[in-house]
């Protein structure tokens, strides 16, 4: 039910032509990744969401990654990259940033928006891991300290 109404957002966000602005924090601890699945998509990916009115992407990847994980970044170590796509007339903006110091919250719970959050080992990803979460992972891993900047 979620998913249809998420879907059916999209597509009438993507009709009327705005632009979204989002961001994302890749949460390591070790050789494991924070990952978080939504009640209304099928797959994995970092926790994250919409920018609000005047807020920084840097302060919306702590923010959403407090509300969708309990897990308080401190410091940002550095940001992986700004990723554009396009759908009819909206544009949605990406940026990914890794987190540099961070604490986990007591008391995670599943809510309506977030059905789990997990740390999973990077050699043992989930199968239904978003593939375009499984691409940063790929660009984070590959060692480049350069900004990335590509279609979503």
Same mark, same amino acid.
């Given at each position: 039910?979620?998913?249809?109404? /998420?879907?059916?957002?999209?597509?009438?966000?993507?009709? @009327?032509?705005?632009?979204?602005?989002?961001? #994302?924090?890749? @949460?390591?601890?070790?050789?494991? @990744?924070?990952? =978080?699945?939504?009640?209304?998509?099928? /797959?994995?990916?970092?926790?994250?969401? %919409?920018?609000?009115?005047?807020?920084?992407?840097?302060?919306?990847?702590?923010?959403?990654? %407090?509300?969708?994980?309990? =897990?308080?970044?401190?410091?940002?170590?550095?940001?992986?990259?700004?990723?554009?796509?396009?759908?009819? /007339?909206?544009?949605?903006?990406?940026? @990914?940033?890794?987190?540099?110091?961070?604490?986990?919250?007591?008391?995670?719970?599943?809510?309506?928006?977030?059905?789990?959050?997990?740390?999973?080992?990077?050699?043992?990803?989930?199968?239904?891991?978003?593939?375009?979460?499984?691409?940063?992972?790929?660009?984070? #891993?590959?060692?480049?300290?350069?900004?990335?900047?590509?279609?979503?």
């Amino acid at each position: 039910m979620l998913n249809r109404l /998420y879907k059916m957002l999209i597509l009438a966000e993507s009709m @009327v032509g705005i632009k979204i602005n989002g961001a #994302q924090a890749i @949460v390591l601890r070790g050789n494991e @990744v924070l990952l =978080v699945k939504t009640t209304y998509r099928p /797959y994995w990916e970092f926790p994250g969401g %919409k920018i609000e009115a005047y807020e920084a992407p840097e302060s919306t990847a702590i923010r959403e990654t %407090k509300e969708e994980a309990h =897990v308080f970044i401190k410091r940002l170590e550095r940001k992986l990259g700004t990723y554009t796509e396009r759908r009819a /007339y909206t544009t949605i903006t990406i940026h @990914v940033y890794i987190a540099g110091d961070w604490e986990e919250l007591p008391l995670w719970q599943p809510s309506l928006e977030i059905g789990d959050r997990r740390f999973f080992p990077l050699s043992a990803l989930p199968p239904d891991l978003s593939p375009k979460t499984a691409k940063r992972l790929s660009e984070y #891993q590959s060692g480049n300290m350069r900004e990335f900047s590509e279609t979503w």
